[in-house]
């Protein structure tokens, strides 16, 4: 079986979905439930033979050890971070404590559980870091994207948060011969991710008649990654990686943010014209930007493309489409 932790937010969840629907191989979900872990993201799954949850938090050092000893996973995932960068602005202790301190206690356990099994269980066990692309920091428009071994230049609580994890895997896999693997990915979207995320914060703005808030000139760019395609990458990571080693996952559909609202707006004309007969565009309202406001990201895959034969599939605007009919069809949808 698998541990995975986090399994509660936006990617943990569709993970475990296509991991119950890939594999024949059980799962246990670990998650604190904080605002950014919701149980309905995993409710259809409840019942499910394949299927764990344990309601824990990852700082707690000896569920964890009961956890490892009592399930004996052959792979750890590790997804449970605090990831919202405006929250990180305003309080970076939590980001620290979650995504630094409890991935350093989470390696202690996982180390010490590793160390008990034999020599061939012990060669095959995993465990998949998965960071973000911001920790490699702001890049020039036309500068190269980052690669796997591109310094690390966090711009804000929540990348140095990551950065830090990053650097504790880095860490016990060179001290310890822990076998880690570590992703970055860009920005992630889809159906059931978190109200506070551009995308579905956009869409339920414009749904309601309210502003719809862009940052400064709305021009910072980011590569919008599937999140099914995310969840087909870490699988693949996990089985085909080289422990030790790092692979960046993107799917080269750099966009700034303006020009997703704007594509967001024009598709909610079609399929949900305003009642006044007003475009959605109308509602966008530029907004003083955020401190310290990464100007662009970009990741070069060629590594998890030439060494793992992953890529991703959805094409953004057929992706964006099918997010967008989502969120219509939910309950209370206007």
Known sequence: MILLTGGCGFIGAALLRHWLATTDEPVLNLDALTYAGQAANVAELAGHPRYAFCQGDIGNGDLLATLLRQRQPRAVLHLAAETHVDRSLSGPLAFGQTNALGTLQLLTAVRAYWQTLDATAAQQFRFLQVSTDEVFGSLAATAPASMEASAYQPNNSYAASKAAADHFVRAFHIS???????????????????????????IHNALHGL?????????????????????????????????????????????????????????????????DGLTYRQLIAHTEDRPGHDRRYSLDCRKIKDELGWQAQMPFDQGLLRTVQWYLSQTGAP
């Open 211 to 275: 502003p719809l808030p862009v940052y400064g000139d709305g021009q910072q760019v980011r590569d919008w990654l599937y999140v099914d395609d995310h969840c087909r990458a870490l699988c693949a990571v996990l089985a085909r990686g080289v422990p030790g080693q790092t692979y960046n996952i993107g799917a080269g559909n750099e966009r700034s943010n303006l020009r997703v609202v704007q594509q967001l707006c024009d598709l909610l004309d079609t399929l949900r014209p305003r009642a």
């Open 176 to 202: 310890h011969g822990l076998p880690t693997l570590t992703t970055h990915s860009s920005n992630n979207y889809g159906e059931r991710q978190h109200a506070e995320k551009l995308i579905p914060r956009m």
